[in-house]
């Protein structure tokens, strides 16, 4: 089925977004509330001072989830069009992404915790999976894009976002060793993602 088909269908691609963009917000919102305050008559510097492994993870977590925003909206540019199993696939993606506020609140109060690493690496590799899905489910046989499409920009955005959960696999590997090194590898999928790719370039050529 090609674009021009599917938005006959009645499904439109902004609902989507709109739905995307209101949960994703949600939870950006929502992961401060990780951060509990001190109890009263403590030391507020000590305590503040304790809290530097939360809001290390915050800080990471928020990024995350920037960068599948970022994602999911870089891939809407292409798509078209939409249909009911496409609408489930996005249901997924968000429904991966809405856990991360549950384990950063893990991680932060297990820190450095082989179990607490291993499932925050398995949180950011859920989202990165559905995300290829969509992305594959949407250019298989032109399903959900234009005919026209470059096949290199389809093949060089699977390539970037398998990226994220393949080193998160061998992150969570790398968890049972020594967890402090998964926690580097998270942090450096994160600045992989937010450093302008091949397909920033695509787009700013396109552009111009």
């Known amino acids: ?43 507020l510097r000590d305590e503040l001072f304790g809290l530097w492994n939360h809001v290390l993870v915050y800080a990471m977590s928020f990024v995350v989830l920037g960068v599948y925003w970022v994602g999911h909206h870089n891939l809407f540019h292409y798509i078209k069009g939409t249909n009911r199993v496409f609408l489930w696939l996005n249901i997924m993606f968000l429904m991966t992404v809405g856990f991360t506020p549950f384990t950063t609140s893990v991680l932060g ?3 450095l915790q082989q179990s607490a ?14 995300l290829y899905l969509i ?44 967890p402090i090194i998964s926690l580097i590898l998270y942090i450096v999928v ?14 700013s050529r396109k552009h111009h």
């Open 1 to 43: 089925m090609c674009a021009a088909i599917a938005q006959t269908l009645g499904l439109s691609k902004s609902r989507i977004e709109a739905l995307t963009d209101g949960i994703f917000a949600t939870l950006m919102t929502v992961l401060v509330l990780g951060l509990a305050l001190p109890p009263p008559g403590t030391s």
């Open 109 to 111: 109060v297990f820190w």
């Open 117 to 130: 690493v291993a499932l925050y690496g398995f949180n950011l590799m859920l989202p990165g999976l559905s």
């Open 135 to 178: 992305w594959w489910y949407a250019t298989r046989d032109h399903r959900l894009v234009d005919l026209d499409i470059d096949p290199h920009v389809v093949t060089t955005v699977k390539k970037r976002i398998v990226t994220g959960p393949v080193v998160y696999g061998i992150a969570i590997g790398l968890s049972f060793l020594e």
């Open 190 to 203: 994160l600045a992989y993602f937010i450093l302008p790719g091949h397909i920033d370039i695509h787009f």
